[in-house]
Nanobody, 121 residues
Framework: QLQASGGGWVQAGSSLRLSCAASGLTFSTYGMGWFRQAPGKEREFVATISRAGGSISYGDSVQGRFTISRDNAKSTGYLQMNSLKPEDTAIYYC????????????????YGQGTLVTVSS
């Protein structure tokens, strides 16, 4: 089970930190990713991190502004979002990939329920 939290309403230029708490599985054996879906749009890749955290990849639209991390001892992943823009408004989902750290949403086995991020201009 994955529980995402930390979303909210902020003004452009602000920061938010999302958390993704895992339970009922061995978190450290999964790559972790964040995806987002805005109203009327397809799910978009945001960031992914490998099992031990040594490999990371970001979507082009968030590169340089967002930072993904994880704490395997706490079975929790994070997404630090800085310099938020109105176009970052979406429901953000964390997900676990048993095979690695894919940028493809269909490769992920588990998804959390999502947390809403709203950025006003």
């Amino acid at each position: 089970q994955l529980q995402a939290s930390g979303g909210g309403w902020v003004q452009a230029g602000s920061s938010l930190r999302l958390s993704c708490a895992a339970s009922g599985l061995t978190f450290s054996t999964y790559g972790m990713g964040w995806f987002r879906q805005a109203p009327g749009k397809e799910r978009e890749f945001v960031a992914t991190i490998s099992r031990a955290g040594g490999s990371i990849s970001y979507g082009d639209s968030v590169q340089g502004r967002f930072t993904i991390s994880r704490d395997n001892a706490k079975s929790t992943g994070y997404l630090q979002m800085n310099s938020l823009k109105p176009e970052d408004t979406a429901i953000y989902y964390c997900a676990l990939d048993p095979a690695g750290w894919s940028v493809v949403s269909d490769d992920y086995q588990y998804y959390g329920q999502g947390t809403l991020v709203t950025v006003s201009s």
